[in-house]
């Protein structure tokens, strides 16, 4: 079964930056959509960004200019590169990876087959 573990979570300053990363195990990151989701304390998870794959992109408006996905074929990891963070990105973030190349709504929870445990990102001000 597929497995995904996220990595770089961690305290930073408003202003600051912060890189994810997801490794995937028993599935191959170029050939379906890939997402990060995030959940904060009592708000439901909700979709961050998302890649097919064919690496077409999609961003949360809320994360625009500021976060960028990515994913390494060669090595099946996804990243999450985040800048200029602020305490609304305070959040467990998950790693997720559908079956298709391209989701109707990639943001949304549904499309999506397998789950990382998820890193907690903290952003003070």
């Known amino acids: 079964q597929v497995q995904l573990v996220e990595s770089g979570g961690g305290s930073v300053q408003a202003g600051g930056s912060l890189s994810l990363s997801c490794a995937a195990s028993?599935?191959?990151?170029?050939?379906?959509?890939m997402a990060w989701f995030r959940q904060a304390p009592g708000k439901e998870r909700e979709g961050v960004t998302a890649?097919?794959?064919?690496?077409?992109?999609t961003y949360a408006d809320s994360v625009k200019g500021r976060f960028t996905i990515s994913k390494d074929n060669a090595n099946d990891i996804l990243y999450l590169q985040m800048n200029s963070l602020n305490s609304e990105d305070t959040a467990m973030y998950y790693c997720?990876?559908?079956?298709?190349?391209?989701?109707?709504?990639?943001?949304?929870?549904?499309?999506?087959?397998?789950w990382g445990q998820g890193t907690q990102v903290t952003v003070s001000s």
């Open positions: 890649v097919t794959g064919y690496g077409y992109t």
């Open positions: 997720a990876a559908a079956f298709r190349e391209r989701l109707v709504s990639p943001l949304a929870q549904y499309g999506y087959i397998a």
């Open positions: 028993r599935y191959t990151v170029n050939r379906a959509s």
